[in-house]
């Protein structure tokens, strides 16, 4: 199902284009202990944010921030075709340990050296790099016979927003306690990223999906958009490939929690800020 809504292109005239309808599938699993899914319907929406937008939200960054994570230039539609899932949370600490245990896989430092956060299996998954992550996304496909993956940025911003065109899927301003950041009015608020779903959902049942920890995705960085495909595949095969990540995190000012917000990492990184959900590709 589509449904219409009418997106502002900043000043002036808007356009119109569908978004996903309101959330209404019950999430499900592939496995008892698969991570949880939703499915999303196809749509189209625009992707990145006006001047006038990353001018408001490098007020809200660290100065040393401002060009990592304010750069989405050039807002483009996208149009997605065919119905994809997405976690309805980060792969949790609980879910990525189950593949290390069966699996042998090797964690790497980061995680031998995090600070003494509150440990449990609903914490989101930290310090995997990309190649970890697909990793993951590999055992699952093998273990269920579903193809799962990293979501591409297109897919991830379009389910990020929901339908709606606002900085942050809750409106215009951060408000108190709609995210987990430097700033956002929480309890974890630049100390540890919270339990998956401590907060509230964003209009389609998906949490987290801002702030948190950064989420790994399929895309190359694409600095002006133009390489990046209007289907909503990633963008791939660029000389010099950093991978984009997608949603802020724990110790981020909250001009880096807005929807259209992006950063980029070396594939191998490994950070106590950067954790992942899958997309599951649908028949």
């Given at each position: 199902?589509f449904r219409?809504?009418?997106?502002?292109?900043?000043?002036?005239?808007?356009?119109?284009?569908?978004?996903p309808?309101?959330?209404?599938?019950?999430?499900?699993?592939?496995?008892s202990d698969?991570?949880?899914?939703v499915?999303i319907?196809?749509?189209?929406?625009?992707?990145?944010?006006?001047?006038?937008?990353?001018?408001w939200?490098?007020?809200?960054?660290?100065?040393?921030?401002?060009?990592?994570?304010?750069?989405e230039?050039?807002?483009?539609?996208?149009?997605?075709?065919?119905?994809?899932?997405?976690?309805?949370y980060?792969?949790?600490?609980?879910?990525?340990?189950?593949?290390?245990?069966?699996t042998?896989?090797?964690?790497?430092?980061?995680?031998?050296?995090q600070?003494?956060?509150?440990?449990?299996?609903?914490?989101?998954?930290?310090?995997?790099s990309?190649?970890?992550?697909?990793?993951?996304?590999?055992?699952?496909?093998?273990?269920?016979?579903?193809?799962?993956?990293?979501?591409?940025a297109?897919?991830?911003?379009y389910?990020?927003r929901?339908?709606?065109t606002t900085?942050?899927?809750?409106?215009?301003?951060?408000?108190?306690g709609?995210?987990?950041?430097?700033?956002?009015?929480?309890?974890?608020?630049?100390k540890?990223?919270?339990?998956?779903g401590?907060?509230?959902?964003?209009p389609?049942?998906?949490?987290?999906?801002?702030?948190?920890?950064?989420?790994?995705?399929?895309?190359?960085?694409?600095?002006?958009?133009?390489?990046?495909?209007?289907?909503?595949?990633?963008?791939?095969?660029?000389?010099?490939?950093?991978?984009?990540?997608?949603?802020?995190?724990?110790?981020i000012?909250?001009?880096?929690?807005?929807s259209?917000?992006?950063?980029?990492?070396?594939?191998?990184?490994?950070?106590d800020?950067?954790?992942?959900?899958?997309?599951?590709?649908?028949?």
């Open positions: 199902m219409k809504i009418w997106i502002g292109m900043g000043i002036g005239a808007a356009t119109m284009l569908s978004a309808a309101a959330f209404a599938d019950t999430p499900f699993r592939d496995c698969c991570p949880e899914m499915t319907q196809p749509g189209s929406f625009m992707m990145g944010s006006s001047q006038e937008e990353q001018a939200a490098r007020t809200q960054t660290k100065e040393s921030d401002r060009d990592w994570y304010t750069n230039t050039r807002p483009h539609q996208i149009t997605i075709a065919k119905p994809f899932a997405l976690g309805r980060d792969v949790t600490r609980g879910e990525f340990m189950a593949f290390v245990k069966e042998g896989f090797p964690l790497g430092d980061c995680i031998k050296v600070p003494a956060w509150t440990r449990t299996d609903r914490e989101p998954m930290v310090c995997v990309w190649q970890d992550a697909k990793a993951y996304a590999q055992w699952m496909s093998k273990k269920t016979g579903k193809t799962y993956r990293l979501p591409t297109a897919e991830w911003e389910a990020a929901a339908g709606t900085p942050f899927y809750w409106g215009q301003a951060v408000g108190s709609n995210a987990v950041c430097d700033g956002c009015g929480t309890a974890w608020d630049n540890q990223p919270a339990p998956v401590s907060l509230p959902p964003n389609l049942g998906l949490y987290d999906m801002a702030g948190n920890v950064w989420q790994w995705t399929q895309d190359c960085y694409d600095e002006s958009y133009k390489a990046t495909p209007t289907d909503g595949s990633a963008a791939i095969g660029m000389d010099s490939c950093y991978r984009v990540a997608r949603g802020g995190s724990w110790n000012r909250p001009g880096g929690v807005r259209a917000a992006r950063g980029w990492l070396d594939p191998t990184g490994r950070f800020y950067l954790g992942f959900r899958l997309a599951r590709t649908s028949p």
